[in-house]
């Protein structure tokens, strides 16, 4: 969203970048690598730090850190997990450098090969700006139509507690919609009845809502049974739309 029309090329141009460096004197990832395993050898999901390759570094040492197990006589330098205000600096091999420049710490860079560290305060908490101004389009773009009920009234509480008003006031208005949705199954259930009993059987069968009306035809849909129907917004909609009823869409 940030990138706007640039966003294409952009993830063009970051697909070719490589996801290690190299040379006589050190080595560089961005999160992680095994020692013992050349870098062309080594795992991309481990060396970028994406969620599979920190299982998998979990499950290889499940109470400490790859760096730990760090034995290669080559320096390493990494990034990706913050490691204080301060790098990490281990037996002159092992340098952790993300010192927390996008949450208002430092900017830590190491010159070669004389391994000299520079350190600069950052100008101001990036992070929590650029949260602040995003949270809301963000929110605005996950799935909410498809999530099941349980999966959204989880996601409104975990995000509620975010301190940018227009999202808090957004969640708001998504709770309720979402409550509007849940509380239509009466007349979801009343509707299906009443359509049910004005078609043929071989209408029936032709309409859109077909399994549903079939069910109250047959005396066996109640508020409980169309529920298992509509585990979504999306198919709480679509059915209502099939039985010529109208609800509230996504807030905008």
Known sequence: MQLGDHYAETVEWMRALPYYFENEHVRVVHAAMLSGVPLSHQREEILCGSTRGER???ALFPDSYWHQHYTDAKPVVFGHHVTGREPMIRDGRIFGLDTGACHGWNLTALCVPGFTVHSVKAHGDHWSTIKRQWQLPVLKTKPWH????PELAHAIERFSSTSDPAAYRWLEALQEWAAGLKSAFPTLVATAHRVASELTPN???????AKVLFQARNGRLDQTSLARQCPTPRRT??????LGLVLNELPD
């Open 56 to 58: 998998e570094l979990t």
């Open 146 to 149: 498809d999530s099941t009920w």
């Open 203 to 209: 209408e029936l069968r032709q309409h859109p809502a």
């Open 237 to 242: 909609i679509d059915l209502a739309a099939a």
